[in-house]
């Protein structure tokens, strides 16, 4: 399965008022597109490891090129290159493949860049040559490690056996633990078996999530990089699990930090018919005021328009209190379709652009497809292209959800027709199942339903003047 960088659907509320709207943003790159390069996609793929971070409103990119070199580019605003970083926007490493994992940029800020070979470059491209070489030689190059940077320009690194701090100039701290080292317990180790990536750093501790090829699940597990011990205060002597209610076997999907919260992460897992998201707080305990009892189950697949969309390997993308998932379908020509569908933190769906999914229609990466979400705008970045939409959000206030509730009124449950009572003329309605599917559409205050099974349904209904409403429906 394509990886992308989340029991029933229980979504419904009387009153979904929570709206999303996605606009491709024409400003950016050529009309909302920007190609990094004319070579082949196969070529110039992103990947999970080398995700595009921000300098300031400039766009940072690490592109592996396999011709040798490794080349990075800068972007402005509106997807142009920033002619001041570098040669006209590029700045090109020669590289080996034995050496390529070296040269990832473990950090950007509008100042400077680093990698993970240690050195230090100024925003304009060119090496800071008085930075000390912070690389410490790995036993096997698949083994786990990262750099963070700290608040105070001092660099943590986390390496397999050990956690390093370095001053703001490349040279060791030797203020902290023995001569800037500090001695991980042995189970904390990374191994070729036992690997894992940060999710969080907060003051003294890392948030880690460790895979495990033993068949165990994934988990989180807090650290503190002092003393180089569990925090045993977190979850379950230092571990938090983050798994819900699915039936085993379950797969671990991935998990994103809560910005600007006290520590919250929201994970996606799934067991090939029902996925599932959750939250843990603070104290690394499943969160039970997220969701519906501390979850929000949704369908690993659903038929939409004919096509079966299947749920991808994603961690959840989250913007302001929202969560997003991606689905693909692909049909019978190798062509892939992308699906964006949301949910707010009670768990119930929002609408965006006043539908319950978002096609995307010119995403077709040939392996690596990563979102991510800067301020108002949701990036695409698939192969050598970048895509730029704008997140727009539009909720109903108080008057107008009292107001709505007057204006349409049902028989609910209902059996075989909905009567709408209504003092509004309707431009349209539409049926959902529980799996989000479509099921009946209409346009007039009764709707024959029939056809429709005995069930929950979201019946959404858009007026003329393009309010949208969107109630549950009992048919029994």
Do not use: W
Not at 341 to 367: A, K, M, V
Request: proline letters at 4%.
């Amino acid at each position: 399965m394509k990886k992308i960088i989340t029991t029933g659907f229980a979504f419904f509320c009387a009153l979904c008022s929570a709206q999303i709207t996605l606009t491709k943003d024409l400003s950016f790159g050529n009309n909302g597109i920007v190609q990094l390069s004319t070579g082949n996609p196969s070529s110039y793929q992103l990947f999970h490891y080398n995700t595009p971070t921000f300098q300031g409103d400039k766009l940072f990119i690490n592109q592996p090129v396999y011709d040798a070199t490794r080349k990075f580019s800068r972007l402005n605003h509106n997807g142009s290159l920033d002619t001041t970083f570098g040669t006209n926007g590029e700045v090109t490493f020669p590289t080996t493949p034995t050496t390529d994992y070296r040269f990832l940029s473990f950090y950007a800020d509008a100042n400077q860049f680093y990698l993970d070979s240690g050195e230090k470059y100024f925003s304009n491209g060119l090496q800071d040559t008085g930075f000390g070489n912070i690389n410490t030689p790995l036993a096997d190059n698949y083994l786990s490690h990262y750099k963070i940077i700290l608040p105070d320009g001092k660099i943590i690194s986390r390496n397999p056996q050990n956690i390093k701090k370095y001053l703001p100039t490349g040279a060791p701290d030797t203020t902290y633990g023995n001569n800037g080292v500090v001695a991980l317990d042995p189970s904390l180790e990374f191994t070729l078996d036992k690997h894992g990536d940060l999710k969080h750093f907060d003051q003294n501790f890392l948030y880690e999530v460790v895979y495990s090829s033993y068949n165990q699940l994934p988990y989180i597990r807090k650290i503190n990089i002092a003393t180089g011990n569990l925090d045993l205060s977190y979850g379950q002597n230092g571990y938090s699990y983050f798994f819900g209610t699915l039936t085993l076997p379950q797969i671990y999907y991935g998990s994103s930090f809560v910005p600007q919260s006290n520590n919250l992460f929201i994970h996606n897992t799934y067991n090939s018919t029902d996925g599932q998201i959750t939250r843990t707080n603070a104290a690394g305990i499943l969160d039970s005021s997220f969701g519906i009892n501390g979850e929000i189950n949704y369908p690993a697949s659903h038929i939409l328009n004919g096509d079966q969309y299947e749920i991808t390997e994603n961690s959840p993308i989250l913007y302001e209190d929202y969560v997003f998932l991606v689905f693909h379908f692909v049909d019978t020509n190798g062509v892939e379709k992308f699906e964006f569908r949301g949910y707010d933190y009670s768990g119930n769906p929002i609408t965006i652009n006043n539908n319950l999914h978002y096609i995307f229609q010119d995403l077709d990466p040939f392996e690596q497809l990563i979102f991510l979400i800067k301020d108002n705008y949701l990036y695409a970045f698939f192969d050598n292209k970048i895509s730029r939409y704008i997140i727009g959000e539009s909720t109903l206030s108080t008057q107008e959800n009292v107001e709505t509730k007057e204006l349409f009124q049902f028989i609910n449950p209902f059996h075989d027709e909905l009567n709408f009572k209504t003092s509004e003329k309707i431009k349209s309605i539409e049926i959902y199942d529980e799996s989000g599917r479509l099921v009946l559409k209409g346009k007039d205050s009764a709707i024959n339903t029939s056809t429709l099974q005995k069930g929950v349904y979201l019946i959404t209904i858009t007026t003329q003047s393009n309010k949208l409403i969107s109630k549950k429906g009992i048919k029994n």
